[in-house]
């Protein structure tokens, strides 16, 4: 008998191929998971909307973990927690000055904000049909916020970022590597691994009765909360070296999150 009773799962890198979309097995295997009794979650880095569309894909009747555990909506997308980067903290943020490569992003509420229009984002967002507005972030500044992201597509310049911010901020907001050329923030104390606890809670199932499985920086302490965290064999290769004892398993676009379900479960 499987002691295992819930799955997490994160969606780009891991759940998702390189087209961004969830395979047919993929789809069937988690069928499969679900009728036999195991409580399958998302937990994403992408804005709540977004990940709904994967959420309907997968016909889950299930908590939904978006912007990295800033925001947890029920079975029925309630919003039952929200964490948001405060005011003064936002503009400083923005006021910060970046190199001009770098593109920003905020997601606040029902929206996710662009400065100006990124080409090559919206085939992220195919499946799910969320929308970028592009709208200048000086309107933003007295406003709290769930998420920035900073992309670039040279990575030495998010890494410099990356030191930067943690250097200025590190005490009041939680700085993460989703990809190599992606950097995003959320309030301190938010996490996936907090917001697992939370739901895990709820359904009164212990953390140690759960798997979880990921491929970036934004997934660690969601992999280490639970019973047997996997990483996927295109995982980032600071999460491989950050857990040494985690097993890697196939990549995404290989189906490895299928495939390891189906070893362990069917």
């Known amino acids: 008998m499987n002691k295992y009773k819930a799955v997490i799962c994160d969606l780009d890198g891991t759940l998702l191929n390189s087209e961004h979309t969830i395979s047919a097995y993929t789809k069937k295997v988690i069928e499969k998971i679900k009728s036999l009794g195991i409580k399958f979650f998302i937990a994403t880095g992408r804005h709540h909307k977004d990940a709904l569309a994967f959420k309907n894909i997968l016909g889950l009747d299930s908590f939904l973990i978006t912007s990295n555990g800033a925001k947890i909506h029920d079975e029925n997308n309630r919003e039952i927690f929200s964490s948001n980067i405060p005011k003064e903290m936002v503009r400083k943020i923005i006021d ?3 190199d001009e490569k770098i593109h920003r992003g905020i997601y606040k509420d029902e929206f996710w904000f662009l400065e100006e229009h990124i080409d090559g984002l919206d085939v992220f967002h195919k499946e799910s049909g969320f929308s970028s507005i ?10 709290e916020v769930t998420k920035f992201i900073f992309i670039c597509m040279n990575s030495s310049k998010i890494n410099q970022l990356e030191k930067i911010l943690s250097l200025k901020f590190k005490d009041s907001l939680n700085i993460t590597l989703s990809f190599e050329n992606c950097l995003e923030i959320v309030q301190k104390g938010v996490s996936k691994g907090l917001a697992i606890e939370e739901i895990l809670k709820k359904e009164n199932i212990s953390p140690t009765d759960a798997l979880a499985f990921g491929d970036g920086l934004n997934d ?3 992999l280490q909360t639970v019973g047997k965290g996997f990483l996927m064999g295109n995982s980032h290769k600071k999460l491989i070296q950050s857990l040494p004892n985690h097993e890697v398993i196939d990549t995404n676009n290989n189906d490895g999150v299928a495939k390891h379900l189906e070893k362990i479960f069917l």
């Open 220 to 222: 660690l302490d969601m």
């Open 134 to 143: 592009v709208k200048p972030f000086e309107e933003l500044k007295d406003e």
């Open 96 to 98: 910060l000055p970046i």
